[in-house]
């Protein structure tokens, strides 16, 4: 069956930086659009960034813009995010998805998730 596992996330002072990881199995990876999404305790779960399952174009919220980097090694079926200049607010659980149709911004249009993995940013 098909497995996204995240790990690397953790506790960080402000202004560090970490790369969050997720390896993927029972499927095709580079067949799918992927996903980083995050929801902090009372929040709805929200779009981070994403990449395309060819072309590697990659998209990102406007409070990431700038600070976080969405990667993909489809010979290692690994997704990654590097997340640096970390704010107390990017606090949240963060979970990879992979979708088998374009990338989105919409929780909606993915079809796997990880089982998340908590970051949290002291100040």
């Known amino acids: 069956q098909v497995q996204l596992v995240e790990s690397g996330g953790g506790l960080v002072a402000a202004g560090g930086s970490l790369r969050l990881s997720c390896a993927a199995s029972?499927?095709?990876?580079?067949?799918?659009?992927m996903g980083w999404f995050r929801q902090a305790p009372g929040k709805e779960r929200e779009f981070v960034a994403a990449?395309?399952?060819?072309?590697?174009?990659?998209y990102y919220a406007d409070s990431v813009k700038g600070r976080f980097t969405i990667s993909r090694d489809n010979a290692k079926n690994t997704l990654y995010l590097q997340v640096n200049s970390l704010k107390p607010e990017d606090t949240a659980v963060y979970y990879c998805?992979?979708?088998?149709?374009?990338?989105?911004?919409?929780?909606?249009?993915?079809?796997?998730w990880g089982q998340g993995a908590q970051l949290t940013v002291s100040s």
């Open positions: 998805a992979a979708g088998k149709g374009h990338t989105s911004v919409r929780p909606r249009a993915y079809d796997y």
């Open positions: 029972g499927l095709t990876f580079s067949s799918y659009a």
């Open positions: 990449i395309t399952r060819s072309t590697g174009s990659t």
